[in-house]
């Protein structure tokens, strides 16, 4: 293509890609770029200066030179008939004047007349190029339409997806304070048990401890009675009734009373249980009321999400 092209042609070429501009913008400095060659420039260089002189442009959006594109346009436009006249068809050496829409394919004059495409539908060139762009551009409008429901969904996610973060966030600091809570409450509860218990069973440890020395002192008493009257009844009759009056005082006014069995001395398990039923029943209530809070929790949440 080089080979073809004339001076005219080359003082309009882009210094970046050395091709005839494409949509050419001015820079302050006077110098001319293609649209996309500067931006490609400015973007990978991170700069915003003349890729020939190096002057820092002063606006970021450069303009469009109207003048220069529409010259460049025409070198462009001419430039694609002259390709265009050039494609010949390779069996009949003619002008690929024509296209078959049912091979959709390129065709010359002899071969719509006779052969494979005979029978098919065929247009011209320019007539088929019409029809066919705009097929394309609706296909296109379609694919655009698609393309922004796409991403309106997928904006929809990236929200929903932050939300659920901070949802999360939020339903962790609340699980951990409500459990804090819980353990706090079990500990106090556990240590004013133990506490309790301890007293209950130094108090009645002591009582009986007591109640043992005087059954004990009781015992010893008893027995000395008891031996001493066998050894009474062992004795010769005189000897026997002389003693009798004091013997039968003691045998009839014992030391101690008939002893009392034991009650209410033992630790009352049984309302330990009930305690700590009740605390577990507390327990099983705060976590209803959690799940009830997080119920609410989440149900205010999602309604705040739909609204
Ligand atoms: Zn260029
Ligand atoms: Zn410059
Ligand atoms: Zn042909
Ligand atoms: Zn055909």
Same mark, same amino acid.
């Given at each position: 293509?080089?080979?073809?092209?004339?001076?005219?042609?080359?003082?309009?070429?882009?210094?970046?890609?050395?091709?005839?501009?494409?949509?050419?913008?001015?820079?302050?400095?006077?110098?001319?770029?293609?649209?996309?060659?500067?931006?490609?420039?400015?973007?990978?260089?991170?700069?915003?200066?003349?890729?020939?002189?190096?002057?820092?442009?002063?606006?970021?959006?450069?303009?469009?030179?109207?003048?220069?594109?529409?010259?460049?346009?025409?070198?462009?436009?001419?430039?694609?008939?002259?390709?265009?006249?050039?494609?010949?068809?390779?069996?009949?050496?003619?002008?690929?004047?024509?296209?078959?829409?049912?091979?959709?394919?390129?065709?010359?004059?002899?071969?719509?007349?006779?052969?494979?495409?005979?029978?098919?539908?065929?247009? /011209?060139? #320019?007539?088929?190029?019409?029809? %066919?762009?705009?097929? =394309?551009?609706? &296909?296109?409008?379609? +694919?655009?339409?698609?393309?922004?429901?796409?991403?309106?969904?997928?904006?929809?996610?990236?929200?929903?997806?932050?939300?659920?973060?901070?949802?999360?966030?939020?339903?962790?600091?609340?699980?951990?304070?409500?459990?804090?809570?819980?353990?706090?409450?079990?500990?106090?509860?556990?240590?004013?048990?133990?506490?309790?218990?301890?007293?209950?069973?130094?108090?009645?440890?002591?009582?009986?401890?007591?109640?043992?020395?005087?059954?004990?002192?009781?015992?010893?008493?008893?027995?000395?009675?008891?031996?001493?009257?066998?050894?009474?009844?062992?004795?010769?009759?005189?000897?026997?009734?002389?003693?009798?009056?004091?013997?039968?005082?003691?045998?009839?006014?014992?030391?101690?009373?008939?002893?009392?069995?034991?009650?209410?001395? /033992?630790? #009352?398990?049984?309302?330990?249980? %009930?305690?700590?039923? =009740?605390?577990? &029943?507390?327990?099983? +209530?705060?976590?209803?009321?959690?799940?009830?809070?997080?119920?609410?929790?989440?149900?205010?949440?999602?309604?705040?999400?739909?609204?």
């Amino acid at each position: 293509m080089r080979n073809l092209t004339t001076s005219t042609e080359e003082a309009l070429f882009c210094p970046i890609c050395s091709d005839v501009y494409r949509n050419p913008v001015i820079l302050s400095c006077d110098h001319n770029f293609c649209h996309d060659c500067l931006w490609t420039f400015w973007k990978d260089g991170q700069t915003s200066a003349c890729p020939l002189c190096k002057r820092r442009s002063s606006k970021t959006i450069p303009p469009f030179d109207f003048t220069l594109k529409t010259e460049c346009d025409a070198v462009l436009l001419a430039r694609a008939s002259a390709a265009e006249s050039e494609l010949t068809c390779s069996t009949h050496s003619e002008k690929l004047g024509f296209f078959c829409l049912d091979d959709r394919q390129l065709v010359c004059g002899v071969c719509t007349d006779s052969g494979a495409h005979a029978e098919h539908q065929v247009r /011209l060139v #320019d007539e088929a190029g019409q029809e %066919l762009r705009a097929q =394309l551009h609706d &296909s296109l409008q379609s +694919l655009k339409k698609k393309l922004r429901l796409l991403r309106r969904v997928k904006g929809s996610c990236d929200e929903t997806a932050a939300h659920v973060k901070v949802q999360a966030g939020s339903a962790l600091r609340r699980i951990q304070e409500e459990f804090r809570r819980l353990h706090r409450f079990l500990d106090e509860e556990e240590e004013a048990r133990l506490v309790s218990l301890r007293e209950e069973e130094e108090q009645k440890s002591r009582l009986m401890k007591e109640k043992i020395a005087a059954l004990s002192r009781d015992i010893s008493a008893l027995s000395d009675i008891i031996k001493t009257t066998e050894e009474q009844l062992k004795a010769h009759n005189a000897l026997f009734l002389q003693g009798y009056k004091e013997t039968a005082e003691r045998v009839r006014q014992p030391p101690a009373d008939d002893p009392e069995l034991a009650s209410g001395t /033992l630790i #009352d398990v049984y309302s330990l249980y %009930l305690i700590l039923k =009740l605390v577990k &029943s507390q327990t099983t +209530l705060i976590n209803s009321c959690s799940c009830l809070f997080y119920f609410l929790f989440s149900w205010e949440s999602q309604i705040n999400t739909s609204l």
